[in-house]
Each structure stands twice: as structure tokens, then as C-alpha cells.
């Protein structure tokens, strides 16, 4: 295993290396794939933990599992024709993974244990400057493949540090802790929580759930996959690619089509009807008590926040160990919880599932800062002003330094096929680069702001505007009230976008030898 200590010194005109992409989950693994397979080879991967997989390496709390079809959350080139069921668990995923990064021979690019905790421009060289650890690496190109949920959420409950049992983060689970007979308090109802309620309620002695914000549920069709199918998705790799291609399409309809298509009156009572189904039918069915049933269901409309996916969540709360808590915290003492009413409730194991800052939002970046060209700093970019950017790329202020997920950036289908899609991006900036011998790239300000504001006019048309979805708290939201989350176009758009943008929409200059190791 190559480490960061084999890093060799740069010169004055020429970095380290012509590439570094930051993350080795499912966005930096395929971005690094499709730099490969473009003749790029002077590239690394930094990764901060020892293993790869992103969140499929973090989560693996009980119940972790996808909730995406399998055959869609995979990339379109390397597909599985082996997944266990219709929505694996989370290690199944992180399989997939390792055979990838072995598939393509990504183990020599990797390094491991390698935080990047700052990043800084260097106008004089046309170089990123990278703190690693108590060293600096450069680099020419700087491709953030980091994902969305950057950095833990840390709750701000008093007296948390004075609880004297055990405390379990979703994204930080000690397998070694036994819940078995246990006094549980889980604090949020986010899409952790909906897979960790019903996994642990069984052993649990007594379950408590504080909610501040109903989800929506949807029920979970999750049939393991017959042998004989896997056999012939073996056999006939075709027959896979038409069923990814089918739940992709479906998957768009439902999560596009319904969001930009809003504003028709057949969209509006489909959404509707679909509303009525869940809160009528299927709670009704998993709910017993109508106090309890009014208080798990949702005031905003459907779709202004993502749904979970389960047929075991709702159905939980019937038991009589299980307690839904909606009056708020006040703190957290020695020996439990204390709501707001004066109630305290005694707890041996507090699990928080209070999601995370999205990496549209200033404190990732106030820990890890990025300054770019002129004194441009990511983190007050993004606390003081309404966030932008180019195709969801690139963002001026920041020179060679390209987003597989940036604001705006995604779309439907799935995270596979945004990752695709930013990939092609990158690397025909990269492919202009290299012909004009250019050694600073930047999107320009006029083309960012032309983009940005298609993609705010669309947003003002949707579903978010229209359903009720003020008091979704949904993470598609930033600060500002912009929906920076989603691209509001179907992928095949998006994606055709990528061949078709000017490519004069970037400002293209050079100072120093370009030394792009390209075929």
C-alpha cells in the first residue's frame, strides 16, 4: 500500500502531481476511474481514513443498508450481477467498492490516512497547496470528490458531556456495544434513524425516539434476488443494463419529473393522491393509535424533503417498549434525559442521529479552510453569500479546483450517475487545458451567475414552492433558502450538457510548463 510518505518534493515550476482528488468514496473512486481511462496518470487519491468506501466505510450502524435499488446504485460500466436482495446492506456495498478499486487497479493511486485539512491556492505557481498531516503537497488540480454529508452534526443539547453511559454516533458505531436489555434514547428521526429504530426495538428493554421533524415513509418492496436472476444477469450483462436503465427512468420520473412538472395540474393531483395513499392506507395500517399516528405524520407536503424507505419504522411504535418523544430537549443529565415539560427520562445508551453539515454549508470548510485566487474563502463564500456555480463544478474564486458534487449539483438518476456526470465535466476542462498548454483554469463570474440563475428560476416553479415545504427542514434547502442540493433537469440533459458547454465559459491562462501526463 502506496502512503503519503512516498510523496516526493516539488520543484519551484513543476508540483507533485497534476492531479489530486480529495476522497475515496463512490465519487472519488470514479472520478480516479475516469481520469485512468482518459490517459491520465499522475494523479492520487487522498483519503482521510485507512480504508475506502466513504459513508459505506462510516455507517455501520444496525439496519445500514441502501435505499436506492440495487441495480441502479452502481456505476453503468462495473456492474454487480450478484447483489444479495433489492436494497443490499451497507457491507455488501462496501464489497462493491474494494472489487472496484481492485478492478481497476486504483490501489497504487490511493493514500491513505491522509486528511487534507487546508487547501491554499499559490498564484505565483498556478499550484494548490495541500496540507496534509505536517506536510504540504502540490498539485496543479485540486477535484473535491468529498461527497454531501461532510462533517457530523454535534448537537447542541446541554449537558451531554455529563452523561455517564454510553453514547453511539450513526456514523461512528461501536459494533462491540450490546443493546440487549438496554435503555435506549435515540435523538433524531432522519434516514439513520428510520433503519436503526426497527433494527434495535426487538432487544432493546425501552426505546425512546426524540423527534423534531416528522419523516415521510414509503414502504420498502425488498425481496431478496433469486439465484437463477443472478445467473442470468451473469450470463447476459445486457439484461442488467435494460433493468438499471428501467429503475433509473423511474426513479427520475418520481424524484424530476414530480418536482419540475409541478405546476401541472395532473402532477399536482398525482402528488396529491400519492399523499392521501400514505397518510390514509399505509400509516393507517402500521399505526394503531391515532395520537401517535398524527404525530409521526408530516405537515409538509411530500417531497420537500427525500422520503425513507420502510415497511418496519412506523410499525415499531405500536410496541409498548417503544416511545415517541416530541417535546424538546432541555439537557441531557447524568442518568438520561430531560424534556422541556420537566420529564426526565432515564437512559443507559444515548444514540445521536442528528445528521450532518452538508458540504454547501461554511463549518466543514471553517475546519478545513480553502482559499483561493485574491483571498477567496470558501467558508465565508458560503456563509455570506448566496451559493453558486457553474454545471455544479466549478465556482469562480477557486482556479483549478473542480467539484464532483458542487451547489446544484445533482440530478436525477443516482449518485453514480451524478459522479459520471461531473466526471465528464472534469475531464474535458482538463483534455482544453492541456491543448492550450493553460496551467490556471477558472470558470468565469458572468458564466457561473448565467448558470446559477437558470437554475434559480426552475427552483421557483417546482413542487418546494408550492407544498407546504417551509417547515420540511429538508437538507435540500442551504441557509439562504436556495434549493443548492438538486440540478432541477433529467440526467440525460445534464449529462449531454457536459459535451455542449462553452468551454470559453473558463478563462484559460498559463506561467509555468503545463505538465499534464496525458496520452
Known amino acids: 500500500m502506496c502512503s503519503a510518505q512516498s510523496i516526493v518534493p516539488a520543484t519551484v515550476d513543476a508540483p507533485q502531481f497534476d492531479v489530486v482528488i480529495i476522497g475515496a468514496g463512490i465519487a472519488g473512486l470514479g472520478t480516479a476511474v475516469m481520469l485512468k481511462e482518459h ?78 485539512t487546508r487547501r491554499d491556492w499559490d498564484e505565483e505557481t498556478h499550484c494548490w497547496r495541500l496540507t496534509v498531516g505536517d506536510r504540504v503537497i502540490t498539485t496543479r488540480w485540486v477535484i473535491s470528490a468529498v461527497g454531501n454529508f461532510l462533517m457530523p452534526r454535534s448537537p447542541t443539547i446541554a449537558g451531554l458531556a455529563d452523561f455517564a453511559g454510553t453514547v453511539l454516533y450513526s456514523q461512528r458505531w461501536d459494533p462491540t456495544c450490546d443493546l440487549t436489555g438496554q435503555r435506549v434514547a435515540i435523538v433524531g428521526t432522519g434516514a439513520s434513524a428510520v433503519q436503526i429504530v426497527p433494527a434495535i426495538a426487538e432487544r432493546v428493554a425501552h426505546l425512546d425516539v426524540y423527534q423534531r421533524t416528522p419523516i415521510w415513509i414509503v414502504p420498502k418492496l425488498d425481496p431478496p434476488i433469486p439465484a437463477t436472476l443472478q445467473r442470468v444477469f451473469r450470463r447476459f ?64 407536503g411530500f417531497g420537500c424533503k427525500r422520503p425513507s424507505l420502510s415497511s418496519t419504522y412506523l410499525r415499531a411504535f405500536n410496541e409498548p417498549h417503544v416511545e415517541l418523544v416530541c417535546d424538546p ?49 470558501l467558508a465565508e463564500c458560503f456563509a455570506r453569500q448566496r451559493s453558486r456555480s457553474y454545471e455544479g ?45 493553460a496551467t490556471r483554469v477558472e470558470v468565469s463570474e458572468a458564466a457561473a451567475d448565467r448558470w446559477t440563475a437558470t437554475m434559480r428560476e426552475r427552483a421557483s416553479r417546482t413542487l418546494f414552492t408550492h407544498n407546504g415545504c417551509q417547515t420540511a427542514n429538508s437538507y435540500y434547502f442551504d ?28 478563462e484559460f491562462s498559463s506561467r509555468v510548463p503545463a505538465t499534464l501526463a496525458h496520452r
Not at 363 to 374: C, I, K, L, T, W
Open 479 to 506: 441557509r439562504n433558502g436556495d434549493l443548492t442540493f438538486l440540478r432541477l433537469e433529467g440526467f440525460a440533459d445534464a449529462l449531454a450538457a457536459q459535451d455542449t458547454f462553452p468551454l470559453d465559459d473558463y
Open 39 to 116: 490517459g491520465y496518470t499522475d494523479f492520487v487519491v487522498l483519503e482521510r481514513a485507512a480504508d475506502i468506501g466513504g459513508v459505506w466505510r462510516d455507517n455501520q450502524y444496525p439496519g445500514v443498508a441502501v435505499d436506492i435499488p440495487s441495480h441502479a446504485y452502481q456505476f453503468s460500466y462495473f456492474l454487480r450481477p450478484d447483489w444479495s436482495r433489492m436494497y443490499p446492506l451497507g457491507a455488501e456495498v462496501k464489497a462493491y467498492l474494494d472489487d472496484f478499486v481492485q478492478h481497476f487497479r486504483l490501489r497504487p493511486h490511493l493514500r491513505l490516512n491522509s486528511a487534507v
Open 393 to 437: 463544478v466549478s465556482i469562480p474564486g477557486l482556479p483549478n479546483h473542480l467539484f464532483v458534487y458542487g451547489p446544484y449539483g445533482g440530478t436525477g438518476g443516482t449518485y453514480h450517475d451524478v459522479v459520471e456526470m461531473a466526471g465528464r465535466h472534469i475531464v474535458r476542462v482538463l483534455d482544453e487545458a492541456h491543448r492550450r498548454n
Open 329 to 377: 430537549i432541555d439537557r441531557v443529565t447524568a442518568a438520561g434525559v430531560q424534556t422541556v415539560d420537566g420529564i426526565d427520562r432515564p437512559v443507559d445508551v444515548l444514540v445521536l442521529a442528528t445528521g450532518f453539515h452538508m458540504a454547501h454549508e461554511p463549518e466543514p470548510y471553517r475546519a478545513n479552510p480553502v482559499v483561493g485566487s485574491d483571498g477567496f474563502d
Open 237 to 300: 450483462p445486457s439484461a442488467q443494463h435494460a433493468l438499471g436503465r428501467t429503475l433509473r427512468a423511474a426513479m427520475e420520473w418520481l424524484l424530476i419529473g414530480g418536482v419540475l412538472n409541478y405546476e401541472r395540474a395532473a402532477t399536482r393531483r398525482t402528488v396529491h393522491a400519492l399523499t392521501w395513499l400514505l397518510r390514509e392506507v399505509f400509516y393507517r395500517r402500521c399505526v394503531r393509535d391515532r395520537s401517535l399516528r398524527q404525530r409521526l405524520t408530516p405537515t409538509y
